[in-house]
């Protein structure tokens, strides 16, 4: 048996670890001396407080642990081991999102306001005969998802894309949750599809788009919408009327350099 202090040196943890341990009942010692009432620990324990020290170190709060030890069954801990793998992937991912509105925040808070303005122009936008996809998805990050989607289903069906892509936007506000999101690729007039997920229709013409373009990163896009307000301010015979688009000419597929993407923004207008 081995005092605490002995334990501490062989096992690599501080004396203060293994006390906070008895106390949440994750290792308690082997036993407690009568007479001197010191903690005594065995090596046979070690295997289980390496145990413990995996599950904290990928992640795992005292509570999960805790449970976790209680249940020894392999398929139990694969489940646990998965799902928090999922959960730092999100939050790895969360961190990635953060750290790209800082470098937006960096650029749009040390440059002159006469930096921010994009070229608006107007132009009609005709009907198309399109494939549609559209779902509430999480969020506008999980939009890749649905591409793939589109594009695999396509790829099934043999379907073959003959002109415009773009993404329409149907909520009426900006949401961070639950966006509702429609994919639409320009198909062959006539093409019928049998599918409850997919469908084929003629979009309506647009008289009227105000219609900007956005060089460089999808992080760019943001300003755009700022250029649009000022545009709107200016020209106050004119207002938003239905869902924006999205067209990406140049993005992931089709362009390595994320400088040289080229997203086209379209907001369609009335006259008032």
Excluded at 110 to 128: D, F, G, L, N, W
Excluded at 189 to 210: C, H, N, R, W
């Amino acid at each position: 048996m081995f005092k605490i202090g002995e334990f501490s040196k062989l096992s690599q943890v501080s004396i203060r670890m293994l006390r906070y341990y008895d106390e949440m009942g994750l290792l308690k010692p082997d036993r407690i001396d009568t007479f001197t009432g010191y903690r005594l620990y065995s090596a046979a324990q070690l295997p289980e407080l390496n145990k413990i020290l995996y599950l904290r170190d990928s992640g795992f709060s005292v509570a999960e642990i805790a449970v976790l030890l209680k249940n020894q069954e392999q398929d139990f801990l694969a489940e646990q081991l998965e799902r928090k793998r999922d959960e730092i992937k999100s939050t790895i991912e969360a961190e990635k999102q953060k750290l790209i509105k800082l470098e937006v925040a960096k650029l749009e808070l040390t440059k002159k306001r006469t930096e921010r303005h994009y070229q608006v122009t107007m132009k009609a936008v005709p009907s198309y005969h399109v494939l549609s996809l559209r779902k509430v998805i999480p969020n506008y990050f999980s939009e890749e998802e649905l591409w793939r989607e589109l594009a695999t289903f396509m790829e099934n069906q043999k379907i073959k894309n003959f002109g415009q892509s773009f993404s329409i936007y149907h909520d009426q506000e900006f949401k961070e949750k639950n966006v509702d999101v429609e994919l639409c690729v320009q198909v062959k007039a006539g093409l019928q599809v049998d599918s409850k997920v997919f469908s084929i229709y003629e979009t309506e013409a647009v008289p009227i788009m105000a219609c900007t373009m956005v060089y460089g990163a999808f992080s760019n896009i943001a300003n755009v919408y700022l250029s649009l307000a000022e545009w709107l301010q200016e020209h106050p015979y004119y207002q938003m009327d239905g869902p924006d688009r999205q067209i990406v000419h140049r993005g992931p597929w089709n362009e390595q350099e994320e400088r040289n993407y080229l997203t086209e923004i379209q907001i369609p207008l009335i006259k008032r």
